[in-house]
């Protein structure tokens, strides 16, 4: 089984503030994907990075797939209400591995 | 376009009684289908993958089994619901390695 530890598991923050979330694992992937869940419903996907060190921005979103491509991270400026839910990263093995999640909650 | 369509939503089921969740996706052709399940607020775990008509694989061994009986549609039952077996399931389709599109997800609770 390849884990994919996320770090923090909850983050509570207020408005405007900057916040980093990791998604952590000894195992190599080929590609590696960050998706979003809000309450009841089934996570979207976001963004998928496949290169080493490869650095995808979405709008007030960055993230950061590792040179080594076991790691990843994804930084969120200026956090609004609207980002509030739960991340979800999944590396590509022979299949996908989905990381323990990390809840985020934007307090307005 | 693609869409995946999961039914239903919310389901109250006693204990030992039979399961049947619905998924179907429209759009695409012979897509790789996933069940998952999903502990509150916490990551997913695979349940059973299909990469064709008859074609599935167990991941975890439980009381659940899935079926295929057409290209896009996948089926996820159980003869007798446990305690246990009380989640949020989703379905999901992908073309291989690609992103996932997941269903809205059906909440279960076994009483």
């Known amino acids: 089984t390849q884990l994919l530890e996320q770090s923090p598991q909850f983050l509570s923050i207020q408005e405007g503030e900057n916040l980093t979330v990791y998604c952590n694992s000894s195992?190599?992937?080929?590609?590696l994907q960050w998706y979003r869940q809000e309450p009841g419903e089934g996570p979207v996907l976001l963004v998928t990075?496949?290169?080493?060190?490869e650095v995808k921005k979405l709008k007030r979103l960055t993230f950061q797939f590792g040179d080594a491509r076991k790691d990843s991270s994804l930084h969120i400026t200026a956090a609004q209400p609207g980002d509030t839910g739960l991340y979800l990263c999944a590396g590509a093995g022979n299949q996908f591995y989905f990381g323990t999640g990390t809840s985020l909650t934007v307090i307005p | 376009s693609q869409t995946i369509h999961q039914w239903p939503a919310t389901l109250v089921q006693p204990v030992g009684s039979p399961l049947s969740l619905e998924c179907t996706v429209e759009?695409?052709?012979?897509?790789?289908l996933y069940w998952y399940r999903q502990a509150a607020g916490r990551g997913l775990q695979l349940l059973f993958y299909?990469?064709?008509?008859?074609?599935i694989s167990s991941e975890v061994p439980q009381n659940l089994s899935a079926s295929r009986p057409q290209d896009r549609q996948f089926i996820l039952s159980s003869k007798k619901l446990l305690l246990s077996d009380s989640g949020f399931y989703l379905c999901?389709?992908?073309?291989?390695?690609?992103?996932?599109?997941f269903g809205s997800g059906t909440r279960l609770t076994v009483v």
């Open positions: 195992s190599v992937f080929s590609s």
């Open positions: 990075v496949v290169t080493g060190g």
């Open positions: 999901a389709w992908s073309e291989y390695l690609g992103g996932y599109t």
């Open positions: 299909s990469i064709g008509i008859d074609q």
């Open positions: 759009g695409t052709s012979n897509p790789n």
